[in-house]
C-alpha cells in the first residue's frame, strides 16, 4: 500500500513534500497533489530521490509537454529533455549550462510560451572544505510581490509588456563566464529560433488566476513601445521591489534532491559561490506552459 503522502510548509513559502518515491509510478491522486502543490504554493521540494533520466522524464511529462532546449550542446547525452546545468568539465568542455541562472529568473521567460514548470534533480551538490553544502538555488513569489505594490505602481502596470531577449542575455553571460566556462556564441538556427518576444508585465497564473509579476534582471529588457531611458527606471524599481532578502526562500541542495517551480508564480536564481574541483551537476526537465495573458 502507498505511505500517506505528507506535505509541509517551508519558509516564507513552498512547501516540502514527503512519502513519495518518484522513481515509482504514482497513482493519479498522489500526482494530482503535488501537483496542486506546485500551482499554489509555486515550490515543491522532495529529498532523498534517485531518479534515472528516463524516470525524470516519464514524471515531468506527466505535467505536460516537455521542452527540449535550443543550447543543445548542453544536453544529456540520448536525452534531448534533459538540460544539463553544471560546471563539471569534459577536456575544456564545460559538459552544461555553467552558472546558469545565476541572477533572478524564469526559466524560457524568453519563448512565446514560457516553461510552466521546472524540476531539476541534485545530482552533485559541491562543498565547501567543512562540507557545507554550496550552490544553493534562491526562489522569490511573485504573486505575493504583485499585492505588495501600491495601488498606484499595479494601475500603472496595467497593460504594459514587457520584451523578453535570450541572445542578449546569453552574450552577458558569454562574456562574464569566457576566461573559466567560455559558452559558443549562438548559432544562426539557435538565433533564429528566440527572436525577441513581448509578455504582459502582470500575468495571470493559468491554473489559480492570480496576478504575477512576469519581469525578470536575467531577458526582460525593455517596456514595448518605451524609449529606453523610461523603460530602465521602471523596470528597475520592479526588479527592486521583487527582489527583497525577507521573501527569499533559499534552498540548500542535498544529493538526490527534487526541486519543482512554478515559472509564474516564482522567480529564481542560483548562487554561484562554487568553483572547480567543486563540481555541480543538476539533471533539468522544463515543462511548456501556455501564452501568458
Ligand atoms: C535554473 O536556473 O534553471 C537552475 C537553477 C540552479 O542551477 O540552481
Request: glycine share 6%; with cysteine.
Amino acid at each position: 500500500m502507498n505511505s500517506p503522502i505528507e506535505i509541509r510548509p517551508l519558509a516564507p513559502f513552498g512547501v516540502e513534500i514527503a512519502g513519495v518515491n518518484l522513481s515509482d509510478e504514482l497513482d493519479d491522486a498522489r500526482f494530482r497533489a503535488i501537483e496542486t502543490a506546485l500551482d499554489v504554493h509555486g515550490l515543491v521540494v522532495i529529498h532523498g530521490q534517485t531518479l534515472a533520466p528516463e524516470r525524470q522524464i516519464a514524471f515531468a511529462r506527466r505535467f505536460g509537454e516537455l521542452e527540449v532546449h535550443v543550447r543543445q550542446e548542453y544536453a544529456l547525452p540520448g536525452h534531448p529533455e534533459i538540460h544539463l546545468i553544471s560546471n563539471v568539465k569534459d577536456g575544456e568542455r564545460s559538459i552544461g549550462s555553467a552558472y546558469a541562472g545565476d541572477n533572478w529568473h524564469t526559466d524560457l521567460c524568453f519563448q512565446r510560451r514560457p516553461a510552466r514548470m521546472s524540476l531539476l534533480h541534485g545530482i552533485e551538490i559541491p562543498q565547501a572544505d567543512d562540507g557545507t553544502p554550496l550552490g544553493d538555488t534562491l526562489f522569490l513569489n511573485t504573486a505575493d510581490a504583485y499585492d505588495r505594490l501600491p495601488d498606484a505602481m499595479k494601475r500603472r502596470l496595467e497593460g504594459l509588456r514587457a520584451v523578453h531577449q535570450y541572445h542578449r542575455a546569453q552574450e552577458i553571460k558569454r562574456r562574464q563566464r569566457e576566461k573559466d566556462h567560455a559558452r559558443a556564441t549562438l548559432s544562426a538556427e539557435q538565433r533564429a529560433l528566440t527572436p525577441d518576444v513581448t509578455h504582459p508585465v502582470v500575468r495571470r497564473h493559468p491554473v489559480t488566476g492570480r496576478k504575477c509579476l512576469y519581469v525578470n534582471q536575467t531577458y526582460s529588457f525593455g517596456i514595448e513601445g518605451w524609449p529606453e531611458e523610461e523603460a530602465e527606471p521602471l523596470l528597475a524599481s520592479l526588479f527592486a521591489h521583487i527582489v527583497q532578502e525577507p521573501h527569499v526562500h533559499r534552498h540548500r541542495w542535498r544529493v538526490g534532491d527534487v526541486v519543482m517551480w512554478d515559472n509564474c508564480l516564482t522567480q529564481h536564481k542560483a548562487v554561484g559561490d562554487y568553483a572547480l574541483p567543486q563540481r555541480r551537476l543538476m539533471h533539468r526537465t522544463a515543462v511548456n506552459g501556455t501564452v501568458p495573458v
